[in-house]
């Protein structure tokens, strides 16, 4: 009983200045009281120096705007397909070879250049850039058309038998330079990732080169080109599956396209339609292109 009465001074002693310590340790980590320390071990530590210097704002979608970014930059994917002056796809049949498949009529678009200016908190600005789009245009029917003549000309094919012959892919191919012009609002000026943002512009357009395609189902073969009356016109043969052949085929050499764009975030939905025509006038039918599509990656 002495010896108990003798060490219970030097007992207090430890549990006070144990006490002491761990309160200390635990303003030093906040995890002590889960059972472990950061300084446990190298890695743990090297955690908690790099927690130190953890910021939100490292994060692309997370980081705070400090000036206007508009949505033209990036890689685009579209439906694409024309119509006639009575907003329609029904054609005249005086040119059945414009007759075309939209699900399989795509545009790629590709803007690596993007110039912004604000004109308001960073909430409404102006855009433009530069940028490159691919349109492609798949017909149904089995016709072929010549390049060399005063207007645009189709004529059916058909083998030496006189049946239309199938081919696998039959469509045209027009590339331009585009240059935009948009007006924005956002709603948000501080981060990207949480905004809404509404596009109206137009897209002024050069083009930069165009060709036809179609591939057959045999090669080795003689083909015959007929008009709309029947009568054979040429004759040709083809050596490969494949046949491209590049012109202008009476394509305008400029446009102008009105431009949509909506979106939240990185999500970006546009639309766009031709202010003019996609055939030089007089040669070649009356037709406007449009697009639809979404921002696959932007920038």
Known sequence: MKTILKLTPIFILLVLFSTNTNAQDEKKCPLHKHGWHMADSAAMADFSSSME??????????????????????????????????????FNPAYPYMNMNTA??????????????NLYKNKIGLTTGLGFQTSNYYFT????????????????????????????????VV??????LFFE??????????????????????????????????????????????NQVATFDVDKYSVQNRGSYHLSPFKVDAAFRIGWSRLNLFGTYSLTQ???????????PFTVGITLLGW
């Not at 990732?193 to 109206?200: A, D, E, P």
């Open 185 to 230: 609002y956002q709603t948000n000026p501080l981060r990207r990732i949480n905004s809404f943002h509404v596009t109206v512009g137009v897209i002024a357009g050069v083009r930069i080169g165009s060709y036809t395609k179609q591939q057959y189902n045999d090669k080795g073969e003689s083909y015959v080109l007929v008009d709309a009356h029947g």
């Open 53 to 90: 210097n953890f910021n939100m704002q490292d994060f692309p979608f997370c980081k705070h705007k400090n000036k206007f970014n508009g949505h033209w930059a990036g890689f685009e994917l579209a439906f694409s397909g024309y119509v006639n002056p009575d907003f329609n796809m029904t």
């Open 141 to 172: 029917d089995d016709y072929v058309m010549i390049q060399d003549s005063a207007s645009l000309v189709a004529f059916q094919v058909q083998d030496a038998q006189g049946n239309p012959v199938s081919m696998h892919v039959n469509k045209m």
């Open 278 to 288: 996609m055939f030089q006038k007089n040669q070649g039918p009356e037709l406007y």
């Open 104 to 117: 399989r009529s795509i545009t790629v678009n590709f803007n690596p250049f993007e110039l912004n200016l």
């Open 175 to 180: 590339s331009y330079l585009n240059l935009p």
